[in-house]
């Protein structure tokens, strides 16, 4: 037995990886080596990291205003059987993702401006990433969504309650949530191959995919070619929703009365506002992420903060502003309260 034991000890054991697959052992590798990267790096305003703290104040505001405006309408649309519509029910939609892209953002910020921890990592940004682009993208379509209950309201408004029952608006909500988690999932896996081996700084207060792919020390044409596929499907979507006001006016101009006129297309108003809101700020963010690099890296901060924050912030306003009956129902809570 001892003879057999000093034989096992000196024996030489060799590792095998996949058969059948030895070139490829490298690139298998990289998701491993991905998920046990080193933690990326946050940052705040460039230029004004003595005054994070003050920088706290008007974010915190603004996480304020953004959560308790769209949660006001979260429960003001539950509460009231009058507005079980169509109408607020994609309402509810569009509050519902805006408080989840204001929450996807909420703990780092805090963290880096409140707290001065800029770490994070990897799994946690892939996270964080993954909820702020769905989020983002829900918002696109239910958009979409609204303006095709604004061409139904108007052009077919004999068959609207035929058209939009409750059964398809909820078939849509549930479209909408499969289109955009399925969507970004393929995103998620190509990070998790790509080696990171340069700087581990990302530009922002959170993490974003065009921030995190220029990190990368390997081509990563593959993922910048898919998000690029991701922002034109966003492109079709407010394509289709120009296409539908381009017919809802047509129709509205056929109306023969001023005032019908006038009250078809006060309904279009809050939705066209959140729109302009939405897009503008993605246009300009895709823009400066893939062809401003010589651009000051504040602006890069400015427009990818305008985008994220001021939709969620002025959504719950407008609506709540130009629908009369939203309007006195949110103060009639907060009288109650």
């Known amino acids: 037995p001892t003879i057999?034991?000093?034989?096992?000890?000196?024996?030489?054991?060799?590792?095998?990886?996949?058969?059948?697959?030895?070139?490829?052992?490298?690139?298998?590798?990289?998701?491993?080596?991905?998920?046990?990267?080193?933690?990326?790096?946050?940052?705040?305003?460039?230029?004004?990291?003595?005054?994070?703290?003050?920088?706290?104040?008007?974010?915190?505001?603004?996480?304020?205003v953004a959560v308790l405006g769209n949660g006001t309408i979260l429960l003001v649309v539950r509460a009231h059987r009058q507005l079980h519509q169509p109408m607020y029910y994609f309402l509810l939609m569009l509050a519902t993702t805006d408080l989840g892209l204001t929450l996807s953002t909420l703990p780092t910020v805090l963290r880096v401006f409140w707290l001065g921890a800029m770490e994070i990592s990897f799994p946690a940004c892939l996270i964080q990433m993954f909820c702020i682009h769905v989020f983002s993208f829900m918002e696109s379509s239910v958009l979409l969504a609204m303006a095709f209950d604004r061409y139904v309201a108007i052009c077919c408004p004999l068959r609207y309650s035929s058209i939009l029952t409750g059964a398809r608006v909820a078939q849509i909500g549930l479209g909408i949530i499969c289109r955009c988690t399925l969507s970004l999932l393929p995103l998620i896996c190509l990070l998790t191959w790509l080696p990171f081996c340069r700087s581990h700084v990302l530009s922002h207060p959170y993490c974003l995919h065009q921030d995190i792919i220029r990190l990368a020390c390997t081509d990563a044409t593959l993922n910048s070619l898919y998000g690029l596929t991701l922002v034109l499907v966003a492109v079709l979507d407010f394509v289709l929703i120009a296409l539908s006001y381009i017919v809802i006016f047509r129709t509205v101009l056929g109306?023969?009365?001023?005032?019908?006129?006038?009250?078809?297309?006060?309904?279009?108003?809050?939705?066209?506002?959140?729109?302009?809101?939405?897009?503008?700020?993605?246009?300009?963010?895709?823009?400066?992420?893939?062809?401003?690099?010589?651009?000051?890296?504040?602006?890069?901060?400015?427009?990818?903060?305008?985008?994220?924050?001021?939709?969620?912030?002025?959504?719950?306003?407008?609506?709540?502003?130009?629908?009369?009956?939203?309007?006195?129902?949110?103060?009639?809570?907060?009288?109650?309260?």
């Open 4 to 64: 057999l034991w000093n034989a096992i000890l000196q024996s030489t054991f060799v590792l095998v990886g996949i058969p059948g697959m030895e070139k490829l052992h490298v690139w298998l590798s990289i998701p491993f080596c991905s998920i046990q990267a080193q933690p990326f790096l946050l940052a705040g305003l460039p230029g004004m990291a003595q005054f994070h703290h003050w920088v706290f104040l008007p974010f915190g505001l603004m996480y304020l």
């Open 255 to 337: 109306i023969t009365s001023r005032e019908e006129q006038a009250k078809a297309l006060n309904t279009c108003v809050s939705h066209f506002c959140a729109v302009l809101i939405f897009y503008i700020p993605l246009a300009g963010l895709s823009i400066i992420h893939r062809y401003g690099r010589n651009a000051p890296p504040i602006s890069h901060a400015v427009m990818a903060n305008v985008y994220l924050f001021v939709p969620p912030i002025l959504n719950p306003i407008l609506y709540s502003m130009k629908s009369k009956s939203t309007l006195q129902r949110v103060l009639r809570k907060l009288n109650a309260l």
